[in-house]
């Protein structure tokens, strides 16, 4: 795994990929993070990010790989995918999508373990009525990733 470290409005954003996806995205710097990206596939993450962070971008393209995780998990991080950008969904209505509708707190667990926040937003899942709960960055930074996509998704709604 190649970790390169980005500044962001959210401060340092490290990602990992293995030459073929990317597989792994950690707040602040990682260890064995680069300052520059090496690789293609790692220059197009950069370049990726760097245009969310912007506001440019409302869908990353970049090819993502999750190797690990139970079942539920994967359904709820595929399921993360699915939230449209400046869109939010609560733990109980992923909970529901996902064919297990008690299991709200099995999704907050699954949103904390997941490799690549960010590329797969954990933060477009909130609490009931829209409650800022949980985020394995803070919430200080889920704030500013919906405060941004939530601009974003305004000024394309009224262009």
Known sequence: ????????PIGEFSVA??????CGASFGRVEAAVD?????????MA??????FAGELT??????SMPRGSDFERA????????PY??????GEVARLVGDPGAARAVGVACNRNPVPVIVPCHRIVGVGGKLVGFGGGLPRKIKLLELEAGVALRHAWS
């Open 47 to 52: 370049t990726e990010l760097r245009a969310y």
């Open 86 to 91: 400046g869109e939010t969904l609560t733990y």
């Open 76 to 83: 709820v991080w595929r399921e993360m995918t699915l939230i």
């Open 59 to 64: 869908a990353f393209t970049v090819p993502v």
């Open 36 to 44: 520059e990206p090496g690789d293609a596939l790692s220059r197009q």
């Open 17 to 22: 990929t293995d030459g073929t996806n990317v």
């Open 1 to 8: 795994m190649r970790w390169t470290v980005l500044d962001s």
